[in-house]
């Protein structure tokens, strides 16, 4: 893969660039970023939600329409497509690269991008930065007092994420005035480019403050030169990526690392009707089936207390039978590769000498006698069902996977659920919710633990 | 690790005796499969080693096997079951569902009590959870396995009772004794070694006396008879980083066996790289260097028939693939990845067995790498008779893992973070 730099509404791409280049390429940056910080926060907040808009509005317009998101090509010449109604074609072949469905891309952007309001921007300043004076700041002024520093350039390794997940990565460092530089990885790189072709429309403040990167993942030569302007990293990734880019970041970057992480789900034996329960397994099917389980908040395993109304093979049977279908049908699984297809048929294949299986249309369901660690998965809509003898055994049960917990499903008393966060947050908890808001997390969440805004930010004390 | 569910104990001594009987019999089917080589003072080599076995011969030794697992094998028949199918209503045994080899490191799948294996062999792996266990009843069946298809693959210009200079580049099987790859390499010793002469170079600390390994290349280099190396990929890689300036000539139709990729190790080499230092480095000519295909999970082996076909003055026809053949007595298929049905040759899938040699275990198994079978496009591309290939086909091409790589978001396969 040859080495490939772009903005959007800029000159085109150059398929021909060299660090010389890319140099040059950012021989303005200061006053690009200036420009965006003289929006202030309210400013940037109001951009980023205009763009959510615009997103929102492709997602909801007619199927079939010229403006729909993913319509096919209007009839007539170039010029007559809508801006939209192009970017359908690229994000079909974005979505066939990700290995993801159009109906899942489009229930992603609604649920991501229709919380970029500009009141919950606005608001998740204040609530990590506590408020938006810190940094809308002038450093030339007068006077005793706390500043927080954003990134003047901020890098965006986008290895292995949700799409919206890595746009919302972007959208936040925009949000505190940096300016980005995306890598993608190679089955990203059309949704990314996607993407960031629509700030030309949408945001062209966002435009002016946006370079995406590509390259083959072992140019270490590039990667190094690429992050010789970032002054901010942030890698969504394996380890073995985080580490990768660990290597080539400047001594002086702030580095954050979303690397390997895992997640389940609960379902306690009390505290829940018949009707409760029905909504807990339509949210635990929705848990699964969000980004054909591939995203850290997806469950890996659920585990059913003993002494509730079913028992794992039930509450299998169940999910494939009632809670399954209409999810299915709204949540078509991507197109998966035969890669995909072989590692998850020898998963269930395997676990079968083990486990009942239970098959709907696009999910396994695999239920267990036993009971055992979170274990490495196939994803792709395989669940594992597994007894657990008591919320006690429960946290010790999960405290084996220390520290690479990232969400847990509770499906029963909402009391429950503070505990069990207490219990297991030095295990790496850092969300609780209940079924089918797994893969709906809120702008205020702590990715990783650490705050989305707080980590790329340091603070100086001028006294 | 799980443990199995018992079999029936109730009537051990008569499955006992039918247990023997099958033995013996597979032992004989084993013995016979190929007709007996010619030695080059007789008769030319023939580009392909004669098989004694028939499609028809084949399924019915299939059956009986299968019947004898589906017999004495609870998780398997449960297996089975769960997949729909009933063992003892299959028209054809390698329709029986295969088990991935993956399942072998969950549990130990045995048509015996375990308490009796009298053999074990892992797979390679960092950590016992994360290895495979094959445990055997009796070796015989493996045993049965290694000689025929060796010598009619390696070593098929040199007689029906070969003796030759053997130098392995491996532990012995005392050192490793979970190995089976290193079980074999001493089988081979045993049968094709000349007396006395030393072929092992590891220490009881497994480390590799280069010295000692170095003078005896150089010994044999000095000699007219042809020597035959036997190692792992990776052993001969290590031993040529260790000893940069090694350079030896060994003698003329000098022969090297190979097997195993570079997974896990520190770095890895091109098969094109890697025949080229075999040559540049030991003198061994390309067309007499060897590929085998086998895994712990297994207890049969595939060869590649380049050195046969080349001794045979034919040209190896692979175009650069490594086309692997198994022996008679393993049927080899390629299988959709999604349904695990077959698949005609020329289409690529998971590599599958129906091994016959593993009469205590599970037969039909599943792996995780994948292939296809390579149409046959010319008379005599293909082996004659049955070879455990579908018609057709000439024999199965390696396309690397298909599991591990494929997960694209944030929660990742991570079971080696998540092991105990």
Redesign the interface.
């Known amino acids: 893969m040859s080495r490939v730099l772009y903005m959007a509404g800029g000159p085109g791409a150059d398929a021909e660039i060299t660090p010389e280049r890319l140099a040059a390429s950012m021989a303005d940056l200061d006053g690009r970023v200036q420009a965006l910080r003289a929006l202030g926060v309210r400013g940037r907040a109001r951009v980023i939600a205009g763009l959510a808009r615009w997103w929102l509005d492709a997602c909801d317009a007619q199927p079939g329409a010229p403006d729909a998101l993913g319509a096919p090509d209007a009839p007539g010449a170039p010029g007559e497509l809508s801006a939209l109604g192009a970017l359908g074609a690229q994000l079909r072949r974005g979505c066939q690269e ?2 993801i469905s159009m109906e899942m891309l489009r229930w992603g952007v609604r649920e991501t991008l229709g919380t970029w309001t500009e009141a919950a921007l606005v608001a998740l300043v204040e609530r990590e930065l506590g408020g938006t004076a810190a940094l809308d700041h002038d450093a030339r002024e007068p006077g005793a007092r706390t500043v927080a520093m954003a990134p003047r350039l901020c890098l965006q390794v986008l290895a ?3 799409p919206p ?1 890595g746009w919302q990565s972007v959208a936040l460092a925009w949000l505190l005035g940096s300016a980005v530089l995306i890598r993608p ?1 190679t ?2 790189a059309t949704l990314v480019e996607a993407f960031v072709l629509s700030l030309a429309h949408a945001a062209p403040e966002l435009a002016a403050v946006t370079w995406v990167a590509c390259s083959a993942a072992d140019d270490t030569a590039w990667n190094r030169a690429l992050a010789s302007h970032a002054d901010a990293l942030v890698i ?4 073995d990526a985080v580490a990768a880019w660990q290597a080539v970041a400047r001594r002086d970057a702030l580095v954050v690392a ?1 690397g ?4 389940a789900a609960f379902l306690a034996a009390a505290g829940m009707d018949e009707a409760a329960l029905s909504e807990t397994l339509r949210g635990l099917a929705l848990d699964l089936c969000a ?8 469950p ?1 395993t659920l585990y059913v207390e003993a002494g509730g109304p079913l028992g794992p093979d039930q509450v299998a049977q169940r999910l494939v039978a009632e809670a399954l279908p209409a999810i299915e049908a709204e949540l078509p699984p991507g197109p ?12 269930v ?6 486990a ?2 239970h098959a709907s249309r696009t999910a396994h369901v695999l239920a267990f006698a036993d009971t055992a ?8 809509r395989v669940l594992l069902v597994r007894p657990v003898a008591s919320v006690d055994a429960l946290v010790e049960t999960l405290r ?2 220390a520290p ?1 917990l ?1 969400a847990l499903a509770v499906g029963g008393p909402v009391a429950l659920r503070a505990g069990l966060a207490a219990r297991l947050a030095t295990s790496g908890l850092n969300r609780v919710c209940a079924p089918g808001q797994m893969q709906r997390p809120p702008l205020t969440w702590s990715h990783d633990g650490r705050g989305c805004l707080r980590p790329l930010v340091r603070w100086i004390d001028i006294e | 690790m799980h443990a199995p569910d018992s079999p029936d104990r109730s009537d051990d001594r008569s499955h006992d005796h039918l247990w023997r009987e099958l033995a013996l019999a597979l032992r004989g089917f084993m013995a016979d499969a190929y007709e007996p080589e010619q030695s080059s003072s007789q008769a030319p080599l023939s580009r392909w080693p004669a098989s004694r076995v028939t499609r028809a011969g084949f399924t019915d030794m299939a059956r009986r096997v299968l019947a004898h697992q589906a017999a004495r094998n609870p998780s398997y028949v449960r297996y089975a079951g769960r997949v729909g199918v009933d063992l003892g209503r299959l028209a054809d045994p390698l329709d029986a569902p295969p088990v991935p080899t993956d399942a072998f490191k969950r549990l130990r799948l045995t048509a015996f009590d375990p308490a009796e294996a009298v053999a074990c062999f892992r797979s390679s792996g960092t950590t016992l959870a994360d290895r495979s266990q094959h445990l055997f009843r009796t070796l015989e069946p493996y045993r049965a396995s290694i000689a025929p298809p060796f010598l009619r693959y390696v070593l098929p210009d040199l007689g029906p009772s070969p003796s030759i200079h053997v130098i392995v580049l491996a532990p012995a099987a005392a050192q490793v004794p979970d190995s089976s790859l290193y079980f074999m390499f001493d089988e081979l010793c045993g049968r094709f070694g000349r007396a006395g002469a030393r072929t092992h170079f590891f220490g009881d600390d497994l480390t590799l006396d280069v010295p000692a390994l170095c003078g005896a290349l150089e010994a044999l280099a000095g000699q007219d008879q042809p020597v035959l190396l036997l190692g792992p990929s990776f052993s001969y890689v290590h031993l040529f980083d260790r000893v940069p300036d090694l350079r030896v000539t060994l003698p003329p139709r000098s022969r090297l066996f190979e097997t195993g990729g570079f997974k896990g190790k520190s770095r890895e080499v091109s098969r094109a790289e890697l025949h080229a230092l075999f040559t540049e480095r030991l003198g061994i000519e390309p067309a007499l260097i060897v590929g085998e295909y086998s895994m712990s999970e297994l207890s049969s082996q595939l060869y590649e028939p380049g050195l046969r076909q080349a001794l045979a003055g034919h040209a190896d026809g692979a175009g650069g693939a490594r086309v692997y053949v198994p022996p008679p007595w393993c049927a080899v298929r390629v299988l959709d990845p999604a349904s695990l049905a077959p698949l005609p040759p020329g289409q690529t899938g998971l590599v599958a067995f129906f091994d016959l040699a593993n009469l205590d275990s599970v037969a039909a198994v599943v792996t995780g790498d994948m292939g296809q079978l390579v149409p046959s496009q010319a008379p005599g591309d293909a082996p004659p008779g049955w070879h455990g290939l579908p018609e057709g086909s000439r024999g199965l091409v390696l396309h690397g893992r298909a599991a591990g790589q494929s997960a694209k978001g944030c929660s990742l396969a991570i079971d080696m973070l998540l092991q105990p």
């Not at chain 1, 969504?236 to 380890?239: K, L, N, P, V, Y």
């Not at chain 1, 390997?260 to 997640?263: E, F, G, K, L, T």
């Not at chain 1, 998966?336 to 998963?347: C, H, N, Q, S």
């Open positions: 990700a290995g292995r994420t949700v997940a990885s089955h990203l969504h990734g394996s380890d979303h390997h992480r895992v997640s980004w054909d389980q591939t995203g850290c908040l997806s890996v998966w590769g035969a890669d995909v297809l072989a590692e998850r048929t020898l998963f294949r395997a676990r079968m000498l083990e009942s299986v660690p979170l274990e490495g998965s196939c994803l792709h084996q996977s690479y990232q």
